[in-house]
Structures are given as structure tokens and as C-alpha cells.
T-cell receptor, first 115, second 112 residues
Framework: EAGVTQFPSHSVIEKGQTVTLRCDPISGHDNLYWYRRVMGKEIKFLLHFVKESKQDESGMPNNRFLAERTGGTYSTLKVQPAELEDSGVYFC?????????????FGPGTRLTVL | LAKTTQPISMDSYEGQEVNITCSHNNIATNDYITWYQQFPSQGPRFIIQGYKTKVTNEVASLFIPADRKSSTLSLPRVSLSDTAVYYCLVGPPNTGFQKLVFGTGTRLLVSP
């Protein structure tokens, strides 16, 4: 069974540009999460999808960040326009439906560098 | 979610037993303790979870004293491949259905 995949693995962009990160969860997982770790900081929650609906987006830093999960399968996280402080590693995780005791399975992350 | 405190880093040698302690003084009655492992260039990976006393699986053991204000992750006979960051999290047991709150973690370096 394939794990959580993320694309690209690395992205280097200039300040003011737009970047779109993609996450493909484990097949059949309704829950999808985005986290990020900026330089020197802890891994922080961004938002949680249940299927195509945003369950919790309390961690989204500002309106430059837009997450979507059309169709309840893969998800995208767009940063527009990117700022220097957005640099970091963005992780996606997925888990099975409902109140299962199943854990979250993380992808390898996308390393974003904003110059 | 309860705040956790762990050592920033630890060093060990191959074949040794490593014990990483986590403090969580404000743990709630319903909270569980969960440990994640993160290898370089990978996302965190669940390794073990417990509520009280001792839990053991194929990867590690988790020791939790009666007051539950701390816990110890024990890795038997570590190898170079155990070099990773280990995170202690405290919260509800259904970690698949809640946002996870990560602390700074403990960076374990295993040397030959």
C-alpha cells in the first residue's frame, strides 16, 4: 500500500511568487492534515480536512494560504503571494475515517524556500 | 493540549539502551501519551502510545508512573538507524482524528 506522497519534494521561489503544494493521502483515508515547520520552530498544525470539507483551519497563518481538497482525494496548499517567513517544511498526513484509534500517517514533506 | 518538556538532544552508542523522558505535569485524566519518531527528510511516524504503567511493542517500551506526570520511552539496543528526533505528545488517544501538537522533540544521535 502506498503511503502519503507529497509533491514537489523541494521548491525554491522568490518572494511574491505563488507556489502550490500537493498531497496525495493514503487511499481511502478521509482525514487529511497539513502541518508545517518553519526554521527553528516546532511542527505546527495548519488545517484538517474530512473528505472535502474543512474540519478545522485554525492553524492557517493568514489569507495568503489556501487549501483545497476537491473530490475528497488529493489536497493542494497554495501560498500566494509567498513571503520569506513562509520558508519551511510542509507536511501532509492522513488517517482513516471517524474516531478510529488509527494514527496519522505523514508524508515526507515539501521543503519550501522563499528567497 | 498538555505541554510537554523533553531534553533537546541525547547521544548514545550502538547496542546501548536509550531512555528518553518526557515531562507533562498538566496531563488531564483522559489524556494518553503518544510518541512519534522522525527520521531526517521524512515525516513523523507513530511508534507507541500508552495511558499508564507499561506498554511494549516491537519498536519500544513506554513507562508511565502512577502520577502520569512524566513518561519514559525506552529503546533497547539502539542501532545507527535509530538516529532520529523523538516527540512526546499528550492528548486524546484517537490521534488519527485530531490535530497533533508537537513540542521540540529530542534529537537522538547514535554513534558506532
Amino acid at each position: 500500500e502506498a503511503g502519503v506522497t507529497q509533491f514537489p519534494s523541494h521548491s525554491v521561489i522568490e518572494k511574491g511568487q505563488t507556489v502550490t503544494l500537493r498531497c496525495d493521502p493514503i487511499s481511502g483515508h478521509d482525514n487529511l492534515y497539513w502541518y508545517r515547520r518553519v526554521m527553528g520552530k516546532e511542527i505546527k498544525f495548519l488545517l484538517h480536512f474530512v473528505k472535502e470539507s474543512k474540519q478545522d483551519e485554525s492553524g492557517m497563518p493568514n489569507n495568503r494560504f489556501l487549501a483545497e481538497r476537491t473530490g475528497g482525494t488529493y489536497s493542494t496548499l497554495k501560498v500566494q503571494p509567498a513571503e520569506l517567513e513562509d520558508s519551511g517544511v510542509y507536511f501532509c498526513a492522513s488517517s482513516a475515517a471517524g474516531l478510529s484509534t488509527d494514527t496519522q500517517y505523514f508524508g515526507p514533506g515539501t521543503r519550501l524556500t522563499v528567497l | 493540549l498538555a505541554k510537554t518538556t523533553q531534553p533537546i538532544s541525547m547521544d548514545s552508542y550502538e547496542g546501548q539502551e536509550v531512555n528518553i523522558t518526557c515531562s507533562h505535569n498538566n496531563i488531564a485524566t483522559n489524556d494518553y501519551i503518544t510518541w512519534y519518531q522522525q527520521f531526517p527528510s521524512q515525516g513523523p511516524r507513530f511508534i507507541i502510545q500508552g495511558y499508564k504503567t507499561k506498554v511494549t511493542n516491537e519498536v519500544a517500551s513506554l513507562f508511565i508512573p502512577a502520577d502520569r506526570k512524566s513518561s519514559t520511552l525506552s529503546l533497547p539496543r539502539v542501532s545507527l538507524s535509530d538516529t532520529a528526533v523523538y516527540y512526546c505528545l499528550v492528548g486524546p488517544p484517537n490521534t488519527g482524528f485530531q490535530k497533533l501538537v508537537f513540542g521540540t522533540g529530542t534529537r537522538l544521535l547514535v554513534s558506532p
